[in-house]
Structure formats: structure tokens, C-alpha cells
């Protein structure tokens, strides 16, 4: 069962909104900042649009565009090569790219404590272990984080990634492909089971194998520009963080208006199944324990050094400085990224 987030009352609401925007640094004229996310605008993307469409970044002084991206392996490039300021992807496909092209990007705002990514099979294929997806047939679209990713699942489980058939497929049509038995297994997000539901699949019917639960607990997501960038927007990258944990802390308030914002954007979104999607990845990437204790982008340099090492060894690459992949000091001050209650 999802546990549903509490909800409070409009006046609660409103005045914390206020609060919030009563804090927000002024500025005598807006400052324009372009952003891509990681994907299609689903529930977890809301706080943005929310903050873009209802005036948190505004009263900021900010303007900001923010667009849909086609994965980490889309906003990496978009971000690196400055048709976008700021972008979302996961970290382990910015740790990669570093890697190999040299120091491009930086963290200045970790979204996902945890990477919720995960290999998923119908029960009846057989599969239930990462030694089982041998030679098989699988799935996802070429720039999603966990296709990505995938060859750090395999090395950390002794399984041969080369085995693998894949085949690209856009992001509507990955379960569809997976019922229809035209392969084995896919990966995606973890939040991926609600798309199963909706369709009428069972959990039961669905073998999940979360990475993090098998050897890669690695950070995910997170909000990455160009270093060049940062030096040279310091304070408006600051009134952008503002904004994003303001956004964040009215969506976790009230997350009914936050996906009424995204359905702006997207008609053809099932509002409830989003909503249950943001609760999810609330519960499951965002909102842990860590993060509650510690306020929002409060990053662990041990487990940074894990994530950084593990995806440099799983793919071959040189090593690289964690220290130099995350900045903190873009963020507004830490009372300001409490998690709220």
C-alpha cells in the first residue's frame, strides 16, 4: 500500500507559502536562467514546473524556462555544451561523462538520496535474480539513468552486461513491450510499478530488483551546471536553490497542487497516478532519513566517493576527485533546506 502524505489545510499552506516567499532574496531585475529536466514532466518534476508557473521562482527574482529532457543521457550534453544553464540527471551518468571528457559538470544540488533504479520481469519469465537476466532480451529507452547504469548492476552481481540484447524504446511503450513478452526484463526507475498498476499489473505479477538493494546504493539525481556558469552566477544560482527547496517544501505540503502544475504542461496525464508516483519517489529517493534528519542536498563525502568510485571501476574509467563533482556553496543557508514535517 502507498501511505499517503498529510495533507494541510489551504490557510496552513498559505501561510507557509508566504513565509517562504517573505524570506526570498529581492532583486531589482529577473535574472533568466534556462533548465532541462531528465525526462517527461511526471510527478516528481512538479516542484519545478510549480515553482516556473506559479511565481516561486519569480518572486526570486528569477526567470526561468524550465523544459522536459529525454534522460540523463540527453540533459548531460544539454548542460555540458550550454544550449541549457542548469539541468537534472543522475549522478552517475555526470560522474561518467567527467570521466571521459574531463571535468565539465557539478552537483550543486543533490535531489535523490538514493538512485531509484531497478531491473523489472514478469514473475512467470522465470527471473529472479541479476544471474537470470543472462543472455536475455531487455528494454528502456537509450538515455534513461537506469539503462545507463546498468553496467554498474552487472559488474557489482558477476553478470556479463555484453550478454545482454537491447532494445531502444521510447518511455510509454516500456511496460507495453515487457506484457507483450517481446522481452525479458527492462529497467527503469523504481516508480515504473505505478505505470504497472495503472495497467491493471499486479506487484505480485511484477519481479522488481532495485539496484540499492543489490550492491549499488549510490546517490541519484541531481541539479548540475557547468563550473564556468557557477563562477559567473553565484548569486542567481542561489535564489535558484532558494526557489527549488521553497518549491520542493510546498509540494511536499500540498502535492495535489503541485501536480495540478504538470498537468498544465502534459493533458494527458492521469493526475492520480502521478500523485502517487511523487509520493513514491518522496518515500523511496527523496525523502529519507538522512534527508529528513539533515535538511534537503545534504550530501554524505563518503557515500559521494563510493558513487564516484563505483561507476568510474564498473566502466573503466580514470578515477575522479568527488571532492571537485559537488559544490554546497550555491545553496542558500541550511535553515532554509530543512525537510519540512
Do not use: C
Request: hydrophobic fraction near 45%.
Amino acid at each position: 500500500m502507498i501511505k499517503r502524505l498529510p495533507m494541510h489545510t489551504g490557510a496552513t499552506l498559505a501561510l507557509a507559502v508566504a513565509i517562504l516567499f517573505a524570506a526570498a532574496t529581492s532583486a531589482s531585475a529577473q535574472s533568466s536562467i534556462k533548465m532541462v529536466t531528465d525526462w517527461a514532466f511526471e510527478g516528481h518534476h512538479s516542484p519545478y514546473v510549480l515553482a516556473a508557473d506559479t511565481g516561486i521562482f519569480a518572486r526570486n527574482g528569477l526567470t526561468v524556462t524550465v523544459d522536459r529532457g529525454f534522460g540523463s543521457g540527453d540533459s548531460v550534453p544539454k548542460v555540458a555544451s550550454g544550449p541549457y544553464d542548469v539541468g537534472i540527471a543522475d549522478l552517475g551518468a555526470v560522474i561518467a561523462f567527467n570521466a571521459k571528457q574531463g571535468s565539465k559538470l557539478i552537483a550543486i544540488y543533490q535531489v535523490y538520496d538514493l538512485a531509484p533504479l531497478a531491473v523489472m520481469a514478469l514473475t512467470e519469465s522465470g527471473i529472479k535474480s541479476p544471474a537470470d537476466l543472462k543472455g536475455k532480451k531487455m528494454a528502456a529507452p537509450l538515455g534513461d539513468s537506469s539503462r545507463v547504469m546498468f553496467p554498474v548492476f552487472a559488474r557489482v552481481n558477476n553478470l556479463d552486461a555484453s550478454s545482454i540484447e537491447w532494445t531502444d524504446v521510447t518511455p510509454p511503450l516500456r511496460a507495453a513491450l515487457l506484457l507483450q513478452k517481446k522481452v525479458d526484463a527492462i529497467t527503469a526507475q523504481y516508480s515504473e510499478v505505478i505505470s504497472f498498476r495503472a495497467l491493471g499489473v499486479k506487484d505480485a505479477d511484477l519481479v522488481v530488483m532495485r539496484y540499492s538493494d543489490l550492491g549499488v546504493r549510490l546517490y541519484g539525481h541531481a541539479i548540475i551546471t557547468t563550473p564556468g556558469y557557477a563562477a559567473s552566477k553565484k548569486d542567481e544560482l542561489t535564489r535558484f536553490l532558494r526557489s527549488v527547496a521553497q518549491a520542493w517544501t510546498v509540494t511536499i505540503k500540498d502535492p495535489k497542487t503541485s501536480i495540478a502544475a504538470i498537468k498544465k504542461r502534459n493533458g494527458l496525464i492521469d493526475e492520480q497516478v502521478e500523485l502517487v508516483r511523487l509520493e513514491l519517489m518522496l518515500r523511496e529517493a527523496i525523502g529519507t532519513e538522512s534527508v529528513v534528519k539533515s535538511g534537503f542536498s545534504s550530501v554524505d563525502p563518503s557515500k559521494l566517493k563510493f558513487t564516484a568510485d563505483m561507476v568510474t571501476q564498473s566502466f573503466g574509467l580514470p578515477a575522479i576527485n568527488a571532492a571537485e563533482l559537488y559544490h554546497p556553496q550555491y545553496l542558500p543557508p541550511r535553515n532554509e533546506l530543512a525537510y519540512p514535517k
